[in-house]
């Protein structure tokens, strides 16, 4: 039996959805609220043990930096995505500020985000470590 990722399978069912073809017994929605949660669920464990406390990921940053970039960082893993607009409105700083935070994030969790063009925003990398 091939193992199929949760992106794969994600893919499969919005193409079906797209054609108009629904499972009997099983809405596609559903489908569909299952593997958002259980991409949730894996994004959790990810960022708990990439970017925790232990792992010294913050280290040397001022403990208001710390702060600001964990809950970048929760932002993220909640909604999927992230941007500079979303730093400014959660840390109150300005535009240069929320830049730089954005780039140490980067920096500092390199497998964690990945540029989509499209929506212009940092989303979940599909290919990081453990997803």
Not at 6 to 23: D, P
Not at 51 to 61: M, N, Q, S
Not at 97 to 114: E, M
Request: glycine share 6%; hydrophobic share 45%.
């Amino acid at each position: 039996m091939k193992m199929v990722n949760l992106a794969e399978l994600r893919g499969i069912v919005e193409s079906l959805r797209t054609q108009g073809l629904t499972y009997t017994t099983l809405k596609i929605e559903d489908v569909l609220a299952v593997i958002a949660e259980a991409e949730r669920a894996r994004a959790t464990q990810i960022a708990a043990s990439q970017i925790g406390k232990d792992a010294g990921l913050w280290e040397g940053l001022r403990p208001a930096v710390r702060a600001r970039l964990a809950m970048a960082v929760e932002h993220v893993m909640h909604t999927g995505s992230l941007n500079r607009a979303d730093i400014m409105r959660i840390g109150e700083v300005t535009a240069a500020q929320a830049s730089h935070d954005l780039t140490q994030i980067i920096r500092r969790c390199p497998d964690l985000l990945r540029y989509d063009t499209s929506l212009k925003r940092y989303v979940l990398a599909e290919d990081r470590p453990g997803a």
